[in-house]
């Protein structure tokens, strides 16, 4: 069994930053992918960013430049340093984990306001 437990979030003016940080902990593979989504009211849940376990890493286009997910291995924790947030941003972020199994963090509200 495998649990995430997210942490960060709130509410920033546009323009602002904000890290949320998720920890893994269970029966974690050493294979696995550690993901940031989100969704924004009355829209699906899409991906922003996913990191492998050998660190490699890709984002959806809208947030490209602006946000950086990153890892400390160690602690099994990921992290999602977002930067030049827009009002667009606003959103629950979850945190995802895919090895093993399929398991979602409890969720972070991200607000930004114009």
């Known amino acids: 069994q495998v649990q995430l437990v997210e942490s960060g979030g709130g509410l920033v003016q546009a323009g602002g930053s904000l890290t949320l940080s998720c920890a893994a902990s269970g029966n974690i593979f050493s294979v696995n992918v550690l993901g940031w989504y989100r969704q924004a009211p009355g829209k699906e849940r899409e991906l922003v960013a996913n990191i492998g376990s050998s660190g490699l890493t890709n984002y959806a286009d809208s947030v490209k430049g602006r946000f950086t997910a990153s890892s400390d291995n160690t602690k099994n924790t990921i992290f999602l340093q977002m930067n030049s947030l827009k009002p667009e941003d606003t959103a629950v972020y979850y945190c995802?984990?895919?090895?093993?199994?399929?398991?979602w963090g409890q969720g972070a509200q991200v607000t930004v306001s114009s």
């Open positions: 995802r984990y895919s090895a093993n199994v399929l398991v």
